[in-house]
């Protein structure tokens, strides 16, 4: 099957990329062009033809690569094409119309590549991610990822660990060879490294995906103190109601902001207080898990908050930065919040909000210290790891000689985990969670 896909983003503009890949490549350039073959890899003028009224679409430029010297590996063609929806959507129908080609799925072009053994799957998943980057440190890091520095790391530990197998192996196989009598210790040795390295570089707090999802901010506090207010200033416009009416959000309202180039997702939540409204109730308790689960939460209170004792125990103090705002209504000197020692804002007259945006930097900055060595960018890359320290744990554990059996099969799963992440054994189950993820026409 040849597919094909407007590879440029959707809408109006100067240019637009059409990409075609798959065995019936030439006959789309036989049938929408004058027949020749534009040279491999160099760009073309070419006059585009409809197929079936011949009339001519658009003066586009061709680039076509014969396969396997292509991103997917099968026999591939660009069009470049003047990026007007008219313009586009005739080609494409031209296309359509010849045998064996089809609209492609999202991520098919990178998933045909992986098929072929063009990329690996890291470095499909960060093609991914490279694309989806909107701050420098994720795009940087999505690059880090392509060029090969994670994959390295898996291989070398699963190389490791199968040359300790093939050693096992030997042992099992011919039982009554003579083996250097220090291989079992060796064995034991070489597999604790390898463990002892994967375990460290699973204590990454988690920096990889943070980068990748972005930093976790959830604005918490009582009604009314300016929660939506500060949402909204971050976010440079009216993302959330604001009035002076107690109890206005009540769903979590999230914004991808950046931060000093750091990716943050920062939520907005009900204001907490003691509510009879069913609806209420359901936010503040969505408000208190999202608190939960964000990296930093900051805490904001008004001057006349004084009932804020209760609401403080549910909550990681250590994650969380104090914040009072409305300093232009002037502040109550015996405020019991001050032992906080809490940042003075006025999100109305932009008092000291400065400084609340510095704490937060420092924040991220302390987060993000490890940037350049992590490697694990994805929960699937984790729990893969997580799972092959599991089974070198139960292989280790494993002293007795009638173990051996059972032990290699130990470390057979240990090296398969390793394998998974760099797409190395069967991984069509995973495929499709991954590859789902992308847009049309990469
Ligand atoms: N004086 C003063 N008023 C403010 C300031 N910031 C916000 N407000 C006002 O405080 C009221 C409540 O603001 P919101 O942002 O809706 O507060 P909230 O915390 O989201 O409230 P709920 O969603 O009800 O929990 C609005 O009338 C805002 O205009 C400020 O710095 N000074
Ligand atoms: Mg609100």
Redesign the pocket.
């Known amino acids: 099957m040849t597919i094909y896909a407007l590879s440029s983003g959707p809408g109006i503009s100067g240019v637009a990329v059409i990409r075609i890949s798959g065995a019936n490549t030439k006959n789309v350039i036989k049938a929408i062009t004058n027949g020749t073959y534009p040279k491999p890899r160099v760009a073309t003028l070419k006059k585009i033809i409809h197929k079936k009224t011949k009339e001519l679409i658009d003066e586009c430029i061709l680039i076509w690569f014969p396969g396997p010297n292509s991103y997917t590996g099968e026999d591939m063609l660009e069009i470049h094409a003047h990026g007007s929806r008219a313009v586009i959507k005739s080609i494409l129908e031209s296309i359509s119309e010849i045998d064996n080609c089809r609209l492609a799925e999202a991520g098919e072009f990178t998933k045909i590549a992986f098929q072929n053994d063009k990329i690996n799957l890291l470095k499909a998943e960060s093609i991914g991610d490279l694309i989806a980057s909107e701050t420098e440190i994720q795009r940087k890091q999505a690059l880090r990822i392509m060029s090969g520095k994670s994959s390295e790391k898996f291989n070398y530990w699963r190389e490791a660990l199968k040359k300790i197998l093939s050693k096992l192996e030997a042992k099992i196989d011919f039982p009554d060879e003579d083996l250097p009598s220090n291989i079992l210790e060796n064995i034991k040795i070489s597999s604790e490294k390898v463990k002892q390295e994967i375990k460290t570089t699973l204590e990454d707090s988690k920096v990889g995906e943070k980068i990748r999802e972005g930093f976790k901010i959830a604005?918490i506090?009582?009604?009314?103190?300016?929660?939506?207010?500060?949402?909204?200033y971050f976010s440079k416009r009216e993302v959330?109601?604001?009035?002076?009416?107690?109890?206005?959000?009540?769903d979590i309202i999230e914004v991808h902001i950046n931060m000093d180039g750091f990716p943050v997702v920062m939520s907005?939540?009900?204001?907490?207080?003691k509510s009879e409204d069913e609806i209420e109730k359901k936010g503040i308790k969505l408000a208190l898990k999202r608190a939960e689960d964000a990296d930093l939460n900051i805490l904001?209170f008004?001057p006349k908050t004084v009932d804020f004792i209760d609401f403080l125990k549910d909550l990681d103090l250590k994650k969380s930065i104090f914040v009072i705002?409305?300093?232009?209504?002037g502040l109550n000197k015996t405020n019991e919040l001050e032992k906080y020692n809490p940042i003075l804002?006025?999100?109305?007259?932009e008092?000291n909000i400065d400084k609340l945006i510095n704490q937060i930097k420092k924040n991220l900055k302390n987060k993000f210290v490890s940037v350049e060595d992590t490697i694990i960018t994805r929960e699937r890359h984790r729990q893969h790891l997580m799972q092959c320290v599991y089974h070198l744990d139960e292989f280790i554990k494993k002293e007795n000689e009638n173990d051996f059996d059972k032990a290699a099969e130990d470390l057979r799963l240990a090296v398969r985990h390793l394998g998974m992440i760099v797409g190395i054994v069967d991984v069509e189950e995973i495929l499709g969670s991954i590859f789902n993820d992308f847009c049309i026409g990469k």
């Open positions: 604005i506090g009582p009604s009314n103190a300016g929660k939506s207010s500060l949402l909204n959330a109601i604001v009035s002076e009416i107690a109890g206005t959000t009540r907005d939540t009900a204001g907490i207080r904001l008004e705002n409305k300093l232009d209504l804002i006025s999100i109305k007259d008092t």
